[in-house]
């Protein structure tokens, strides 16, 4: 597995200042900072971003998107998250949806939503776990049934985040029988949340926060044009995505904003030596977290899929997340009230949100799994 | 990597993968006069700096290839030797010169006249003293610090973790001449040291990526229970470890060999801080895998994980760097604690994080 790195070009870090003056722009106009994808979502904020054509910045130019590159939208993703912006509302779309219909989508569905998702003017939220189908995710058993034009949608699904929002849940779901083969016959369909027969009900966060949410299917008509790419080649085109989903900044970043805090705050005082070794460890993680991302972003502009690399980077970044919690924890001492505002507050919150961190986008025990059996495919492929 | 870089490292592999094929793996962890006379032909001790294709890249590919192989020999010392004579117009003669600078000893000036200096002082853990004709070292001076050559008179022997030779060289009332004394300008110490670390930092990763490469073929053939090892979810996460803390290592030293100069000595630093967090869980999870067999002599295992237990510490440990980074990039007129852990930024460029010598 290697990493190989390569700085921001000079129109990158054009870019990148540019993102920077935007999020000064916005903190004057007193927008609130929030942890990575955890933040609220801001619809008002993510129309602001695409305005300025930051949403589903890969989208080719001849399917109405920028046609920029994925180390672009790593630039400006970057950049909002350790500015603790509200990106959730867009971020789905952003990051995984709009890819899906590039690569799989048919040309109405691409015609339909591309240039939607470019504008800010339409939300999805991803439905994939279920109540008794969690890191086995093949075991879905929310199941669509042929009818006139369509299908009859029934299940449910849980912990889908910014259903509460969202216009459409890409629901995975199984539309015909397993036969002993569970990924197979497994299909993605676009469902409108308004549709009559969902039901959309908050699941609270130990924080009390409604981030995530438990949809209900009752017989809910989906039409035949919804079924996102093939039916029936719902896994494949689940798994195909990963690398979009594991590798990003999104993976280090959710307490960067808590750390540049306490910077703030740090920075004019005269620091004790342990505080500078402990801080400047901290700061060396982050760089290499960093350069290896970017890497990835630069991997998939060559168009490869180092979905492998990507779940490497995901489980080393959300364990350093958690550390650097505890390190944070350390530095700023005493008792943490969540109700504070300011730092402490942050803190609390990132406290007692971090258990997430390592469980959202697949558990860090599987994600070793499957660094674990592309070591041995190579291996052999070497023997 | 550059096409010379690889052409360097692939032919370094194949001459010490010959040798350990023919000779075991005993002979690559000591020193071997043959093997050195060999590398010396090919030209690997005397790799020169000031070729225009030549440069960062190609000094950690070799460190690289010492790495993977554990390399008993000083190749890696000799291309520091020479970046920093070559920064500091300091002609070489040909033979083993070792740079002393990994732990900051710096010399004292006795005496100064045209002829050049007498100096004084002891320079600790200088790599390979015993074999070299001579050491380069820093010498505090009226006019500055200089980079002096001087002949190892008085060596006394000291070793690090792996049995790699780290001497004691007190230096006596010696005198320096004057061509043996560097021009004041060329690197100060802490560049020297960070390019120290960066070179130690690329060889563990070549040690990194070799164990690896073991972790996985061993959780595949050993059998417990009747099963391999690697068949228990315990093991395949050690070795999931293992080949993450390389990838990190490595890069974080390819992301310094990219980074522009002015931040370079930034991001050495970090890489040995990177390599300070990482060789310690991969040294964990390596042995466990191999259980009671990984930790006996016979072994080839220690042969890498011992080099990285010294490795970590030597040209300033993950602690001075890390302290090096948070004094660096914590400062009243700082633009904010994410712009400078992403430069370019002048404010960072300011503080002296960059190199004054090109490689
Ligand atoms: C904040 C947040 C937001 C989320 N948003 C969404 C969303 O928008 N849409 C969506 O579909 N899902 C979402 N999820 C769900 C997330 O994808 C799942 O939580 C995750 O896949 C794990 O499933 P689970 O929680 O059922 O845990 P389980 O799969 O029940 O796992 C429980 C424990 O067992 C371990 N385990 C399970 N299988 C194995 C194995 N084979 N080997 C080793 N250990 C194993 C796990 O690692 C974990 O430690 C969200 C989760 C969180 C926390």
């Not at chain 2, 417990?224 to 068949?231: S, W």
Request: net charge negative; aromatic share 6%; with cysteine.
């Amino acid at each position: 597995m290697r990493f190989a790195a390569e700085p921001l070009t000079e129109d990158e870090l054009r870019l990148r200042d540019e993102v920077r003056e935007f999020m000064a722009q916005e903190r004057a106009n007193g927008l609130g900072v929030g942890l990575g994808i955890n933040a609220e979502a801001d619809m008002e904020f993510s129309r602001r971003v695409a305005a300025r054509g930051w949403v589903g910045m890969t989208i080719p130019k001849e399917h109405g998107g920028p046609g920029r590159t994925a180390v672009e939208r790593f630039v400006v993703v970057e950049e909002m998250l350790a500015a603790g912006a509200p990106i959730s509302a867009h971020w789905v779309g952003d990051r995984q949806t709009a890819q899906m219909f590039v690569r799989f989508g048919s040309e109405e569905h691409q015609r339909e939503f591309l240039p939607r998702i470019v504008a800010g003017d339409v939300w999805f939220c991803l439905g994939m776990s279920e109540p008794d189908s969690g890191s086995d995710l093949a075991s879905v058993r929310t199941r669509a049934t042929r009818t006139e034009g369509g299908w009859l949608l029934n299940g449910q699904k849980v912990w889908t985040s910014g259903a509460q929002y969202a216009d459409y849940v890409v629901t995975l779901c199984r539309t015909s029988p397993a036969e002993g083969r569970k990924h197979v016959g497994l299909s993605q369909l676009l469902v409108d949340l308004r549709a009559d027969g969902v039901t959309v009900s908050p699941i609270r966060l130990l924080n009390g926060f409604h981030h995530f949410n438990e949809v209900h299917f009752d017989d809910v008509f989906v039409p035949d044009s919804m079924v996102l790419g093939q039916e029936g080649d719902g896994w494949h085109q689940v798994t195909s995505e990963l690398a979009h989903e594991r590798s990003g900044p999104d993976r280090f970043l959710s307490v960067m904003p808590v750390l540049a805090r306490l910077y703030e705050e740090l920075r004019h005082r005269d620091l004790p030596d342990d505080v500078l070794t402990s801080l400047g460890r901290t700061f060396s993680t982050y760089m290499t977290l960093r350069s290896m991302s970017l890497s990835i972003a630069r991997a998939l502009d060559r168009g490869e899929t180092p979905a492998v690399e990507a779940a490497l980077v995901k489980d080393l970044g959300t364990q350093f997340e958690q550390e650097a919690i505890e390190q944070l924890r350390t530095l700023v001492g005493g008792e943490l009230d969540p109700t504070a505002p300011g730092l402490e507050g942050l803190l609390a919150d990132a406290v007692i949100t971090a258990p997430t961190f390592t469980l959202r986008g697949g558990t860090n025990e599987v994600l070793r799994t499957v660094v674990w059996k592309s070591l041995q495919r190579s291996r052999k492929e070497s023997a | 990597m550059s096409d010379l870089s690889r052409e360097l490292f692939t032919a370094l592999n194949d001459i010490v993968t010959a040798r350990a094929a023919r000779d075991g793996h005993e002979a690559i962890a000591t020193w071997s006069p043959d093997l050195w006379s060999t590398l010396d032909d090919q030209g690997y001790t005397s790799i020169d700096p000031d070729e225009p294709e030549v440069g960062l890249a190609e000094f950690c590919a070799v460190a690289t290839a010492v790495g993977t192989h554990a390399l008993g020999l000083p190749l890696v010392e000799a291309g520091l030797a020479a970046w920093l004579a070559s920064a500091a117009d300091l002609k070489l003669p040909a033979g083993l010169v070792v740079p002393a600078v990994s732990t900051g000893d710096v010399l004292t000036v006795v005496e100064q006249d045209d002829d050049g200096l007498v100096v004084e002082g002891t320079l600790r853990r200088v790599p390979w003293a015993r074999h070299a004709e001579l050491v380069l070292a820093f010498v505090e001076t009226e006019s500055g610090r200089r980079l002096v050559a001087l002949e190892p008179l008085d060596v006394t022997e000291g070793a690090n973790l792996a049995g790699e030779p780290r001497d004691t060289v007190t230096v006596e009332r010696q005198r320096v001449g004057a061509a043996q004394v560097g021009s004041t300008e060329g690197v100060d110490l802490r560049e020297a040291r960070a390019r120290g670390a960066l070179l130690r930092a690329a060889a563990a990763a070549g040690a990194m990526d070799t164990i690896a490469e073991l972790v996985v073929e061993y959780a595949g053939q050993r059998h417990q229970f009747g099963q391999p090892i690697g068949a228990f979810q315990a093991i395949q996460q050690h070795v999931v470890t293992v080949a993450q803390a390389a990838a990190a290592t490595r890069a974080a030293v390819e992301s310094t060999v990219a980074a522009a100069p002015d931040h370079r000595v930034l991001a050495a630093a970090s890489a040995k801080v990177t390599l300070g967090i990482q060789a310690g869980r991969l040294a964990r999870s390596a042995h466990q895998v191999f259980g009671a067999i990984g930790a006996t002599e016979e072994h080839r295992l220690h042969l890498l994980t011992r080099r990285l237990w010294s490795w970590q510490d030597e040209y300033g440990t993950q602690h001075e760097w890390s302290h090096f980074l948070g004094e660096r990039l914590v400062f009243p007129e700082a633009p904010g604690l994410w712009e400078v852990l992403t430069p370019p930024h002048p404010a960072v460029t300011a503080r002296g994080v960059g190199e004054s010598a090109p490689w």
